[in-house]
C-alpha cells in the first residue's frame, strides 16, 4: 500500500543494548514525526524533520535518543544503551509539510526493554 | 505554552447512545484543530479537522465537532454509538507545523 510503514512491528531487546527503528513514509511527504506512546498515556513528541531544514529535536528526552532521515525519505530512530523506561511504542507519521496538514501514521513498533 | 486538555479519561456509554468528548486548548490564536482515532491494535486515523469557516465541522464514521473559540474547545460528538466506536480518541492542536496530542479518551461500548 502507500501508506507509512515501520519495522519492525516488535522489538524485544535487553537493558543496554541498542535498537533501531525503521519509518518510509508516503511517498512526497516532505514532513515526517516520530511519537512515543506510552501505555495509557498520549502521544509523546519526539522530533520532528521537513525538508531539508534541521530537524527539531526538542521532544527528544535524551542524548540517547537521535533520528536520521536519509534522503528525506526514510527516517531511522535509534535509542542507544536501552533502559526500561523506553518501553512503548513508537510511532511514526507523514504529512505534506505545509502548516496544518493532516498527519498520516504507521502502525508502530511496540518497543519492550527487559 | 499550548497544551491540550481531554478531561475524560475514560468514557463508558450504551450501544445507541449520544457520545461527547471534550477538548480543551490553550493557545494565543485559533489553531489547527483535529481528532484522531485508534482502534485496538490500528494506528491513528483521521476523524475530522477544523482548519476556518463553518465552526461545526463533519468528519468520516457519523463524527462531528463543534469549534467554540469562547470556550478554547473542540468537543467530538456522535449522536448514536456504535460497538465498533470503541477506541481510543485524540485531539491534536497545530499551532504551526507541530502536533501537540492530548493524553487522550478511552471509549468503552456497551451492548
Known amino acids: 500500500g502507500a501508506g507509512v510503514s515501520q519495522s519492525p512491528s516488535n522489538k524485544v531487546t535487553e537493558k543496554g543494548k541498542d535498537v533501531e527503528l525503521r519509518c518510509d513514509p508516503i511517498?512526497?511527504?516532505?514532513?515526517l514525526y516520530w511519537y512515543r506512546q506510552s501505555l495509557g498515556q498520549g502521544l509523546e513528541f519526539l522530533i520532528y524533520?521537513?525538508?531539508?531544514?534541521?530537524?527539531?529535536k526538542s521532544g527528544l528526552p535524551s542524548d540517547r535518543f537521535s533520528a536520521e532521515r536519509t534522503g528525506g525519505s526514510v527516517s531511522t530512530l535509534t535509542i542507544q544503551r536501552t533502559q526500561q523506561e523506553d518501553s512503548a511504542v513508537y510511532l511514526c507519521?507523514?504529512?505534506?509539510?505545509?502548516?496544518?496538514?493532516?498527519?498520516?501514521f504507521g502502525p508502530g513498533t511496540r518497543l519492550t526493554v527487559l | 505554552a499550548q497544551s491540550v486538555t481531554q478531561p475524560d479519561i475514560h468514557i463508558t456509554v450504551s450501544e445507541g447512545a449520544s457520545l461527547e468528548l471534550r477538548c480543551n486548548y490553550s493557545y494565543g490564536a485559533t489553531p489547527y484543530l483535529f481528532w484522531y482515532v485508534q482502534s485496538p491494535g490500528q494506528g491513528l486515523q483521521l476523524l475530522l479537522k477544523y482548519f476556518s469557516g463553518d465552526t461545526l465541522v463533519q468528519g468520516i464514521k457519523g463524527f462531528e465537532a463543534e469549534f467554540k473559540r469562547s470556550q478554547s474547545s473542540f468537543n467530538l460528538r456522535k449522536p448514536s454509538v456504535h460497538w465498533s466506536d470503541a477506541a481510543e480518541y485524540f485531539c491534536a492542536v497545530v499551532p504551526g507545523n507541530q502536533f501537540y496530542f492530548g493524553t487522550g479518551t478511552s471509549l468503552t461500548v456497551i451492548p
Open positions: 507519521a507523514s504529512s505534506l509539510g505545509v502548516a496544518g496538514n493532516e498527519q498520516f
Open positions: 524533520f521537513q525538508g531539508n531544514s534541521a530537524p527539531d
Open positions: 511517498s512526497g511527504h516532505t514532513a
